[in-house]
């Protein structure tokens, strides 16, 4: 265990800079994805068992709270696909390894250009109200 | 000076076995995973919007059709797949002993339970005609 306090430093610091943070990113981004899994089976299934009950769970979706919930899990998800990608060509092209870095940095640039605007729509009913 | 190889995935296994054909089904999952899970998040999050469903726009919009029920359920085994044999990667990574096989035991029920619960409901649930 390494002692109190040292966490926050050795996830920058463990072999450095962005390899690290984006094994960290994907690992934190995988979990939290898995936990929703499980929730939204769950969820799914009271749409059959219990339909009153998934109206009532998929007001909580649409309230504002949701959707900012919503567009993390839209973030995790978006970051975690682009990294798995980088993952993959890296494992499969060993070459490119050497490009770590900028592959990452491309993953930053389509993760803003695609978020941005799927952030937007999602969060926008907070201040606009929700289209019926 | 940084190390030339930095990874950020699960180094691949040396040896073959299962561990190997776990670590190429990672890889083929996420690529699949890639396109059903974005296009799911787009269609119930940006196509249309979480205040416009509920249970009855489920039977009768979104599982109207045996395509999209197709599509739900293959999203579904992937990311029991993959989102569980990731989980367990980490498991692996953080517990040892009494307590990781505990934790797996665990993890593989949770599994199988959602794999059942999911698919009951995208088979049996009545197609409601729209009207």
């Known amino acids: ?132 | 000076m940084s190390a030339p190889y930095t990874r950020s995935g699960r180094a691949r296994p040396r040896g073959g076995g299962l561990e190997l054909a776990l670590w190429y089904l990672m890889r083929v999952t996420g690529i699949g995973l890639f396109v059903l899970a974005l296009t799911h998040f787009l269609i119930v999050h940006v196509i249309y919007d979480p205040a416009e469903q509920d249970a009855s726009w489920i039977a009768q919009v979104r599982w109207s059709s045996t395509f999209w029920r197709a599509f739900d359920w293959s999203l579904l085994m992937l990311v029991l797949f993959h989102a569980f044999m990731g989980v367990r990667t980490v498991v692996v990574d953080y517990v040892k002993g009494r307590a990781r096989m505990l934790l797996l035991t665990g993890l593989y029920l949770l599994a199988i339970a959602l794999f059942v619960l999911g698919t009951a409901v995208v088979m049996t649930l009545p197609v409601v005609p729209k009207g």
């Not at chain 1, 567009?71 to 990608?85: D, F, I």
């Not at chain 1, 770590?100 to 978020?115: E, K, M, N, P, S």
């Not at chain 1, 952030?119 to 109200?129: D, Q, S, T, V």
């Open chain 1, 1 to 132: 265990m390494p002692e109190p306090g040292t966490t926050g430093r050795m996830l920058l610091r463990y072999r450095g800079g962005e390899g690290m943070l984006a094994w960290a990113f994907h690992r934190i981004s995988g979990v939290a994805i898995w936990a929703f899994v499980v929730l939204h089976v769950i969820d799914i299934y009271l749409v059959g068992g219990n339909p009153e009950a998934y109206d009532e769970l998929l007001a909580i979706y649409a309230s504002p709270i949701g959707r900012v919930l919503e567009a993390l899990l839209g973030a995790a998800l978006l970051y975690h696909a682009l990294n798995g990608v980088r993952i993959i060509v890296m494992d499969f092209w060993p070459p490119l390894t050497r490009y770590h870095r900028q592959l990452w940095y491309i993953c930053w640039a389509i993760f803003i250009a695609v978020g941005l605007p799927v952030a937007y729509i999602i969060l926008k009913p907070i201040w606009e109200g929700a289209p019926t």
